[in-house]
C-alpha cells in the first residue's frame, strides 16, 4: 500500500510564486536582450534601411569626412585626405549612397579635401559648397578643378544660407560674404544641423581667432571638436557656450602634431562632454531616431 503524500498548501503556494518570479524575471531579461539586439541590428543597417538622421565620422586617419544622412537624401562634409579617397568612397557604397545631394567641403586644406576628386568622379554630387576665399572666383576656381568635366553644379554658400537634407536643416554661421580672412582654417564653414529637437555643430579646423566672432549658439547635442583637437582652438569660452554632450574628434593614431592636445581633452571634460575619437575608436556613428540619441563606433 503506498503512503499518503504529504500536504503542504503552504510550500507548494511558495513554490508556485517563486517559479512565477523567476519566470517573470527571464521574460525582463528576454526583452531587453531582444530590445538591445535590435538596436544593434538597427544601428548595423545600411543606409537605405535607417530611420531618422545619422551622422558618419569616417576614420581617415589625420583628416575629416562626416557622412549625414536623413530622409533619403545624403551630404558629405569633407571627404579627407586623397590617400584614403577609396576608402572613403567603399564606405559611401557600402551604406548605399550612389549620388550625394550636398557635399560641403569646409576649407580647401588637403586633409578635409584632398578626396573630392575621388567621390565626385565615382558617385557624383548635385552640388558642392565651398566658404568664400581670397575672393570668389579664387574659391569657384579651386573648386571647378575638383569636379572636372562631371555634372557637379558649384556654389558658394555664406552665414546664414540653409539647407534641407531631408527632416534635417544645415544652417551656415561662418563665414560671411567678403569676409577678409586670409588663414585657411579660419575660412572654415561652420554647420549648425537640427533634426527633431538635436542640434550637432560642424567647425572644420576654426581656430580661436574666430570662435569669438559667432553668434551665440548655445548648448549642442554633438560637437565636431575642431582643427582634431588642436590646442588653438576649442577655448574655454567657446566650449562653455556650446557645452556638447558628445565631443567627436577625427585624428589619426600617433601623428605628428600630438592631436588631440592634452589641454584640449581637458577642456572638453571640464564641461562634461562624452569624448569619442576616431584614432582610438575607428568610425564613429551618431544616430538620432524618435529624438533619441546614440553614439557608436567600429570598435
Not at 536623413?70 to 579627407?80: E, F, K, L, N
Not at 588663414?183 to 569669438?212: C, H, K, Q, W
Request: hydrophobic fraction near 40%.
Amino acid at each position: 500500500m503506498t503512503a499518503p503524500r504529504s500536504q503542504n498548501p503552504s510550500g507548494r503556494l511558495w513554490r508556485r510564486l517563486l517559479g512565477g518570479l523567476l519566470a517573470a524575471c527571464l521574460l525582463l531579461l528576454l526583452a531587453a536582450a531582444l530590445k538591445q539586439g535590435a538596436l544593434a541590428d538597427l544601428l548595423r543597417r545600411p543606409l537605405k534601411h535607417q530611420a531618422g538622421f545619422a551622422m558618419h565620422m569616417i576614420d581617415v586617419g589625420q583628416g575629416q569626412a562626416l557622412l549625414l544622412t536623413c530622409g533619403g537624401q545624403t551630404a558629405m562634409v569633407d571627404t579627407g585626405p586623397a590617400d584614403t579617397s577609396r576608402q572613403v568612397v567603399n564606405y559611401l557604397l557600402k551604406e548605399g549612397v550612389r549620388e550625394l545631394d550636398y557635399l560641403f567641403v569646409t576649407h580647401p586644406h588637403s586633409d578635409h579635401s584632398g578626396g573630392v576628386n575621388r567621390v565626385v568622379e565615382t558617385l557624383g554630387a548635385r552640388v558642392l559648397l565651398i566658404p568664400e576665399y581670397l575672393s570668389e572666383e579664387a574659391a569657384l576656381t579651386t573648386a571647378g578643378d575638383w569636379v572636372g568635366k562631371t555634372d557637379t553644379q558649384i556654389a558658394v554658400t555664406r552665414a546664414d544660407d540653409r539647407y534641407t537634407l531631408g527632416d534635417a536643416v544645415i544652417t551656415v554661421l561662418h563665414p560671411e560674404a567678403g569676409n577678409g580672412i586670409d588663414d585657411m582654417n579660419d575660412l572654415s564653414l561652420v554647420l549648425l544641423v537640427e533634426y527633431a529637437g538635436r542640434r550637432l555643430l560642424i567647425t572644420g579646423d576654426l581656430t580661436e581667432n574666430v570662435e569669438p566672432t559667432l553668434p551665440e549658439i548655445g548648448p549642442v547635442d554633438v560637437l565636431q571638436v575642431a582643427h582634431h583637437g588642436s590646442y588653438t582652438s576649442s577655448t574655454k569660452g567657446f566650449l562653455e557656450d556650446v557645452r556638447p554632450t558628445y565631443a567627436l574628434i577625427s585624428c589619426g593614431k600617433n601623428n605628428e602634431y600630438g592631436h588631440p592636445h592634452n589641454v584640449v581633452i581637458a577642456r572638453l571634460e571640464d564641461v562634461g562632454a562624452r569624448i569619442y575619437r576616431t584614432d582610438e575608436e575607428g568610425t564613429l556613428l551618431v544616430r538620432i531616431v524618435e529624438g533619441q540619441i546614440a553614439v557608436t563606433s567600429e570598435h
